[in-house]
Nanobody, 126 residues
Framework: VQLQASGGGLVQAGGSLRLSCKAS????????VGWFRQVPGKERELVAA????????YYADSVRGRFTFSRDNARNTVYLQMNSLKLEDTAVYSC????????????????????WGQGTLVTVSS
């Protein structure tokens, strides 16, 4: 699976951005697709994730209510709509996909994600 992320940029605090991640290759319904972010000196963290088949969506506490994960299966694309952006949302955002179908409680573990797209930088300014 190849993942191509796009949509990062510079935005003022309180603004919005939408990230896109297009997948090509072997995707399957139970595969989990997630958005991670990383800032220098910190661990990469899962921000939002969902299976291609839909159902439960994971959101990190820090983004719940502000970020929305969505997908377009026909286009093999997932999105991350980011609203009410804060300075602390500044990070490199990457999309990733699992090689199998971990249970929901395992989604935050990076070890399940076999496929990674390149990062896209989101910078939130004051």
């Amino acid at each position: 699976v190849q993942l191509q992320a796009s949509g990062g940029g510079l935005v003022q605090a309180g603004g919005s951005l939408r990230l896109s991640c297009k997948a090509s290759g072997r995707t399957f319904r139970g595969q989990v697709v997630g958005w991670f972010r990383q800032v220098p000196g910190k661990e990469r963290e899962l921000v939002a994730a969902q299976r291609w088949s839909g159902g439960t969506t994971y959101y990190a506490d820090s983004v719940r209510g502000r970020f929305t994960f969505s997908r377009d299966n026909a286009r093999n694309t997932v999105y991350l709509q980011m609203n009410s952006l804060k300075l602390e949302d500044t990070a490199v955002y990457s999309c990733a996909a699992t090689g199998n179908s971990p249970i929901y409680g395992e989604w935050t573990s990076k070890r399940w994600y076999d496929y990674w797209g390149q990062g896209t930088l989101v910078t939130v300014s004051s």
